[in-house]
């Protein structure tokens, strides 16, 4: 069964500073990997998908890189503000029609 | 369109009572998925509709547990005999037949005391 881990599982960093939020999964033979951003007791906000055979996704501040053969994608948040504050969490789209989550990664940007 | 849908945003019930959620997904995305998520977790995934047919039902669902999506657009999520285990937040989730990118609604958090 495919797992997911996140880590830190906690983040707390100054307004203005870069940060990256790390996801590891266990099985590569992944279609597609997604990050998204959860505010508390809301759903779920979509930031980046990156499929399998790509390397990285951008979108403005956030850029999600995919290393399939290792298990592994970041998110880079660059010049992170208070409204940053939120879970980040990852997710990986196996052949099955289902996404396996991580437990998430809270940030906290202190103004 | 706004985005996915759900109804209501909260719902506290009695232990035992049924319970019913309602799922609208984005326009045209033909593929539906409903998660179920505690708190301090990721979500779990529950079933997978596409169109009508429900293809995949996790072991999650225990036979309490019931889902429609009767003309393949909105979908229900039924809870029968509730228990205080059933509560969370229930996400539903769409996605268009082109592309896998799952969208999610804001959720339905579930109380049961």
């Known amino acids: 069964k495919q797992e997911v881990t996140q880590i830190p599982a906690a983040l707390s960093v100054p307004e203005g500073e870069n940060l990256v939020l790390n996801c590891s999964f266990t099985d590569s033979a992944i279609y597609n990997l997604q990050w998204f951003r959860q505010d508390p007791g809301k759903g779920l906000t979509s930031l980046l998908l990156?499929?399998?055979?790509?390397r990285e996704q951008t979108s403005g501040r956030l850029n999600a890189s995919l290393d399939k053969s290792s298990g592994r994608s970041t998110l880079y948040i660059a010049a992170s503000q208070p409204g940053d504050s939120a879970t980040y969490l990852c997710?990986?789209?196996?052949?099955?029609?289902?996404?396996?989550f991580g437990t998430g990664t809270r940030l906290t940007v202190i103004p | 369109d706004t985005g996915v849908s759900q109804d209501p945003r909260h719902k506290i019930t009695k232990r035992g009572q049924n319970v019913t959620f309602r799922c609208d997904p984005i326009?045209?995305?033909?593929?539906l998925y409903w998660y179920r998520q505690t708190l301090g977790q990721g979500p779990e995934f529950l079933t997978y509709?596409?169109?009508?047919?429900?293809?995949?039902k996790s072991r999650l669902l225990s036979d309490r547990f019931s889902a429609e999506r009767p003309k393949g657009s909105f979908s229900t999520l039924e809870i029968q005999r509730t228990e205080q285990g059933d509560s969370a937040m229930y996400l539903c989730a769409s996605s268009p037949p082109d592309r896998s990118e799952a969208f999610f609604g804001q959720g339905t958090r579930l109380t049961v005391v």
């Open positions: 990156i499929q399998s055979s790509q």
């Open positions: 997710a990986v789209r196996t052949g099955a029609n289902n996404l396996f």
């Open positions: 326009s045209e995305h033909n593929r």
């Open positions: 509709f596409q169109n009508e047919a429900q293809l995949e």
